[in-house]
């Protein structure tokens, strides 16, 4: 079946303008995350959903970076105002089992972020 | 803070020789431990996960981890590297209690030389 999917895969934009990110989870996965690598670095959490409860929000660096999630379907990542500092590969990925440990998530290829 | 430490952050070997990429974590609760792989240009792939089953893991590509629980370390070991392990290596760690978010190792490049 289909992965988990993201748009766009580039995206170059120039500081202080707003930029969107979209995923698309694997159907039936309640779970949809967000992470963010740096250049040569780790990935860094972001957000949660899962299913209909309050998203944890506490991944996220600062208030221009917000998040939607419509039920248990697409996901959108927004980043008002952007800055330089927050050029990177934003992942996202979904799981089976709502807050679960346990069960693998599933990543997307991610969406390249450069601020010029 | 929860937090995974991968003790180094690059790794060189000869093809056909064993690999080992160093991982520990910080002792708390029951920890769920995870390594993926991510090639160039490529997305992250599940290598192997422990999840308080067995404490030695069998993992894809000859890969496996064992989990001790005394060192608070699960490092990544495979017998005989091959030129296509060549990426770089992340060891993560999963809470419980945090809703299966996961905690990332600043990562392990494995370079492979013929």
């Known amino acids: 079946g289909a992965g988990v999917s993201q748009s766009p895969s580039n995206k170059v934009t120039e500081k202080g303008k707003d930029v969107e990110l979209r995923c698309d989870p694997i159907s039936g996965h309640t779970a949809l995350y967000w992470y963010r690598q740096r250049l040569g670095q780790g990935l860094e959490f972001l957000i949660y959903f899962q299913g209909n409860s309050a998203p944890d929000k506490s991944g996220l660096p600062s208030d221009r970076f917000s998040a939607e999630r419509t039920g248990e379907s697409v996901s959108t990542l927004t980043i008002q105002r952007t800055q330089q500092e927050d050029s990177a590969v934003y992942l996202c990925a979904s799981n089976r089992l709502a807050g679960s440990s346990y069960n693998e998530q599933f990543f997307g290829p991610g969406t390249r972020l450069t601020v010029l | 803070a929860q937090s995974v430490t991968q003790l180094d952050s690059h790794v060189s070997v000869s093809e056909g020789t064993p690999v080992l990429l160093r991982c520990n974590y910080s002792?708390?609760?029951?920890?769920?431990l995870f390594w993926y792989v991510q090639h160039p240009n490529k997305g992250l792939q599940l290598l192997l996960k422990y999840t308080s089953a067995a404490t030695l893991v069998k993992g894809i590509n000859g890969f496996e981890a064992e989990f001790k629980k005394s060192e608070t370390s699960f490092h990544l070991t495979k017998p005989s590297a091959h030129m296509s392990d060549a990426a770089e290596y992340f060891c993560?760690?999963?809470?419980?209690?945090?809703?299966?978010?996961?905690?990332f190792g600043q990562g392990t490049e494995l370079s492979v030389k013929p």
């Open positions: 002792s708390s609760y029951s920890p769920s």
């Open positions: 993560v760690v999963s809470y419980y209690n945090q809703g299966g978010k996961l905690i």
